[in-house]
């Protein structure tokens, strides 16, 4: 079943990747969700749970903000909105495992986050002001609560997850960069491999947690987790 997923998604992305390249929208529409179907597919394999839930929430978010941005009309805005929710379902997965503060964490995260509005702003964003600092916030707030995963559950799952933040965010990052402040070659090709990639860390960091005990309403046993936060 793995493989299977896995030869969907590699097609997937080589349709749309070539749906660029010959700039044909249509393809680009039909191809574009696939790879992340697979990964909801896929997740399936994970162990029930609080995590697996919220990550599911995340993909499927991501999926309608696939579809928003690429759908023939400007839909920039509301395909933005469906991407924070995203962060936020994801930031909700990882405050499951540990809220423990991790100032470090937190200074990156800040730095992030903080830089990226500063960037965008500084080119001026006119209405998009607000929405714009909105969603650096959510992503800067999603990426502290990945690293503060780390050293807290099993290593796999925390560095998948981070990896896995950190290129969501870089995505992001180009997708701002790319629109408001200068056009750069080659953008499109690096904003999507990279939020692929940063996916694909995020749903394989659920999988690496197949051996953590499970309550029987799907909720992570409190006794590790108490002791580890």
């Keep these: 079943m793995r493989s299977l997923l896995l030869i969907v998604a590699l097609a997937g ?29 896929w997740l399936r394999e994970a162990p029930a749970g609080a995590y ?4 599911a929430i995340g993909l499927g978010l991501s999926l309608l903000g696939d579809m928003l941005l690429e759908w023939p009309a400007d839909l920039f805005v509301f395909g933005l909105g469906a991407f924070l929710l995203a962060h936020l379902a994801y930031l ?8 423990r503060l991790a100032a470090l964490d937190l200074l990156i995260a800040a730095l992030v986050g903080g830089g990226m509005f ?34 807290v559950v099993a290593a796999s799952s925390a560095w998948l997850a981070a990896g896995g933040a950190a290129l ?26 990279s939020y692929w990639l940063g996916q694909f860390g995020i749903a394989a960091s659920a999988l ?4 953590r005990p ?16």
């Design 118 to 151: 500063f960037v965008l702003a500084s080119s001026g964003l006119g209405t998009l002001v607000l929405p714009v600092a909105l969603y650096s916030l959510a992503i800067g707030a999603m990426l502290w609560r990945a690293l503060a995963r780390i050293g």
């Design 92 to 99: 909700v997965a990882y405050l499951g495992d540990t809220r």
């Design 168 to 193: 969501f965010v870089l995505s992001d990052s180009l997708i701002g960069i790319n629109r408001f402040v200068a056009p750069f070659e080659g953008a499109r090709y690096a904003i999507i491999l």
């Design 13 to 41: 992305a080589t349709l749309f990747l070539l749906g660029h390249q010959l700039e044909l929208p249509w393809l680009r529409l039909l191809s574009k969700p696939i790879p992340v179907i697979c990964l909801l597919i």
């Design 52 to 55: 697996r839930r919220w990550i």
């Design 214 to 229: 499970v309550q029987l309403d799907g909720a992570s046993s409190a006794a590790p987790s108490i002791s580890r936060r």
């Design 208 to 211: 690496a947690l197949l051996a």
